[in-house]
């Protein structure tokens, strides 16, 4: 299983681009989800999904939009690329429940926006 | 705002020296999962608490969830320097379908 895949690894982007930044899962996931890491900011949760179709905001969602059309795939969009988002950019999956919730992630996607 | 607060933000000790890390939240979780992630790496699972008063150990290291599910620890007892890494809590609140993670705590061990 490849698990959960993040494209591209390394990005640069000029204030003002646009960009999707992909995810895939092949483990039937329902719940997927973005987060940025910054530095003494911990994991912050951009945008999730508990199914195809259905997408809610999370704790920082300004200058993102997400979309969920299938199962597996999970892209995260940057509409106009500001500085403020120069990030590491980490994809998860989970099956949510009362059961057991694991997420895994992707390998990240390091973005800088000069 | 940040909804799990974890100390201490850095971590250095001696090799074979023990080291703790905690993660404290003000409202009650469902549940609480601990991950690791090496320096440039992915966060990785290591373990999920649910019930009050929890405790479960993985070789060197003791996972514990407080009795009011508010809290949680991580203990590692004699480091190796295999266990460099950020070590990040993640909680989902009570009713709540996400993952929220705490700040991270970034352990250095000294050969």
């Known amino acids: 299983n490849a698990g959960v895949t993040q494209t591209p690894k390394f990005q640069v982007l000029k204030t003002g681009q646009s960009m999707t930044l992909q995810c895939a899962q092949d483990m039937n996931h329902e719940y997927m989800s973005w987060y940025r890491q910054d530095p003494g900011m911990g994991l912050r949760l951009i945008h999730y999904s508990v199914g195809a179709g259905i997408t809610d905001q999370g704790e920082v969602p300004n200058g993102y939009n997400v979309s969920r059309s299938t199962t597996e795939d999970f892209p995260l969009r940057l509409l106009s690329a500001a500085p403020s988002q120069t990030s590491v950019y980490f994809c998860a999956s989970s099956r949510p429940g009362t059961g057991f919730t694991e997420a895994f992630f992707g390998q990240g996607t390091r973005l800088t926006v000069v | 705002g940040q909804q799990v607060m974890q100390i201490p933000q850095y971590q250095h000790v001696q090799e074979g020296e023990d080291f703790t890390t905690y993660c404290n939240s003000s409202?009650?979780?469902?549940?609480i999962q601990w991950y690791k992630q090496r320096p440039g790496g992915h966060p990785v699972f290591l373990i999920q608490?649910?019930?009050?008063?929890e405790v479960k150990k993985q070789k060197r290291l003791t996972f514990q969830f407080g009795e009011a599910k508010k809290n949680s620890s991580l203990h590692i007892t004699a480091t190796q320097t295999t266990d460099v890494g950020t070590y990040f809590c993640a909680a989902m609140k009570t009713g709540a379908n996400n993952l929220f993670f705490g700040t991270g705590t970034r352990l250095t061990v000294i050969p």
């Open positions: 608490l649910v019930k009050s008063g």
């Open positions: 409202t009650t979780l469902s549940n």
